[in-house]
């Protein structure tokens, strides 16, 4: 018995342990990723670089078309205008998340940015491939760039509903099809 109480409480310590690196913000991570490390000193030369800081944008016409977060919020993208001749050119970073395989997962994920606009970061920084900087992103500075944010817990192939729960999906394509 003793050894069953053991062992639920190591999942339990275990499980809480995993779920706090769902919670980790995307912003927090690029400026502790941009800390560089000089033998003893520490200095943040890019992140005195000034990071371009790009805006969410929520796509209005998506809830009407069914292309929503789990929680059903509208879904987002970060996008800054390219120009010259990048001007009709683009790049599309579509956000990694993971997917949640369970009701219970996914209801656990729609109160993060990962299952709702309502927890994502309002400005992103673009920085490495997304950088409007021609010494730090040589190929695709002056292209259009796009972060779309994901929160359909189903790689962007989410179309479910689960009204018990109020948990919502989207499809790729209606998301697409409502920015218009």
Known sequence: MKLLWVVFVMVFVFGKWVD???EFNETELANIEAYVHNGD???????????????LTLIQGAGA???????????????HRGYGSGANSWLIQL????????VRTCVYRKKTR???SLYMEKWIPFTG???NKAQENPDFFNWNRVKLRYCDGASFTGDSENKVNRI???LLNSVWMSSD
Do not use: Q
């Not at 200095?43 to 790009?54: G, H, W």
């Not at 956000?95 to 369970?102: D, F, K, L, M, T």
């Open 20 to 22: 706090g690196f769902l």
């Open 41 to 55: 000193e520490i200095s943040n030369s890019k992140l005195s670089a000034n990071p371009l800081m790009v805006g």
């Open 65 to 79: 078309k069914g292309a929503v977060c789990l929680d059903g919020t509208l879904p987002g993208y970060h996008l």
């Open 95 to 102: 956000e990694g998340g993971g997917w949640c395989n369970s």
């Open 114 to 116: 990962r299952g709702s």
């Open 129 to 131: 491939i997304l950088s």
């Open 168 to 170: 919502f999906g989207y």
